[in-house]
């Protein structure tokens, strides 16, 4: 069995055999390294839904040609703290750390950086790439719009997608405080994975396509997820579509195709990341020391009868990432899956465990 006991693989061994999987594809060996390094950090993280299990969604979309073997995007125009930059359906994950480093490398000169994407490709957890931003003394923005997946409050129709925000700050603690979030009530990486095991969804997370609420995953995959706090979370969902296919001069609303659709049509996903160097305003260093204060605050503030602590923004990811001692959880079905992909590809992945 490649998988332990606690349903756990060695993280460098499935870093290495799904950087494979991608050198197979035809993506050079440092960009494909940097991607699976992406993936399975979130599965680290406990994030499976943008972990490894997308890896073979991301070849069948290689092989199709709506995901290109590019392994930087085009920069389009450059404005001093502005730039837009065009994916080129390359891997997301690739797109966003060269928007991370723009980003930063103009905070630095302006004090802020503001990178627009577009004809992106999914790039996995949102928070990755702000952290990034965070770790390096600067704010860090990042937000990405997808297809049409919520109703507005009251509506039976798929408006705008669940676009994911994540924002992330320096701090002098252990760890950033980070918060990454889809702005549906639940991803629909997670409605899939209990599609994937059978199981129910909760109330609250999706309806069918007639607007009826559902519990079935099957029929919420066909119909629309719900948004995070009613109208809060569709207008806040609204305005990232504006903001990120807007700025960028890419796709908005039904103008971004399905991630799971037609794997020969590009995704066309639009994203902006922005970085706010701290150091422009105040000394960075001042900076972490209350922002350390207040995750301490938090950490320590009293929690409610049954609940034995409370955890800070983006203490949990942390928490995970400092359990893992070098292992990355993942479920048997990805685990097959991702063998099975291999296989199609004349690898033999078990080899690499």
């Not at 460098?12 to 950090?41: H, K, M, S, T």
């Not at 905070?107 to 949102?126: C, D, L, Q, S």
């Not at 952290?131 to 600067?138: E, I």
């Not at 950033?176 to 994975?193: C, F, Q, T, W, Y």
Request: proline letters at 7%.
């Amino acid at each position: 069995m490649l998988a332990d006991q606690n349903g756990t693989v060695s993280a460098a061994a499935l870093q290495r055999a799904v950087a494979a999987i991608f050198v197979a594809c035809g993506i050079g060996a440092e960009p494909a390294d940097r991607v699976a390094e992406d993936l399975v950090a979130a599965d680290i993280e406990g994030v499976a839904s943008h972990g490894v299990m997308l890896v073979p969604m991301y070849v069948q979309r290689l092989k199709a040609g709506s995901v290109s073997l590019a392994d930087v995007g085009v920069i389009i125009s450059d404005r001093q703290a502005s730039v837009v930059l065009d994916a080129q359906d390359a891997l997301g994950q690739l797109t966003a750390r060269q928007a991370v480093d723009l980003a930063i490398a103009r905070a630095r000169e302006f004090g802020m950086g503001v990178v627009a994407i577009r004809n992106a490709f999914h790039f996995g957890t949102a928070g990755r790439y702000a952290r990034m931003m965070a770790d390096q003394g600067a704010v860090g923005i990042v937000m990405s719009n997808t297809r049409p997946l919520m109703p507005a409050p009251g509506g039976a129709q798929p408006l705008t997608g669940n676009n994911p925000l994540a924002i992330a700050v320096p701090s002098g603690a252990d760890f950033a405080p980070e918060v990454d979030m889809a702005l549906s009530a639940a991803a629909m990486g997670k409605i899939r994975n209990a599609a994937a095991a059978g199981q129910a969804i909760p109330d609250g997370w999706a309806a069918d396509k007639d607007g009826n609420p559902t519990n079935d995953p099957h029929s919420a995959i066909a119909g629309m997820l719900l948004p995070a706090a009613g109208p809060k979370g569709f207008g806040l969902a609204f305005m990232i579509d504006l903001l990120t296919g807007g700025l960028s001069g890419g796709a908005i609303g039904p103008q971004v195709n399905g991630l799971y659709g037609d794997p020969a049509a590009p995704y066309r996903c639009s994203n902006l990341f922005i970085a706010i160097d701290v150091g422009h305003f105040v000394p960075v260093e001042d900076f972490g020391v209350r922002t350390a204060s207040e995750l301490d605050r938090v950490a320590r503030s009293k929690a409610a009868p049954g609940v034995q602590r409370v955890f800070a923004p983006g203490e949990m990811a942390y928490a995970a990432r400092q359990k893992s001692a070098g292992r990355a959880p993942i479920a048997s079905p990805a685990l097959s899956s991702l063998i099975e992909t291999g296989a199609s590809l004349g690898l033999d992945l078990p080899s690499y465990f």
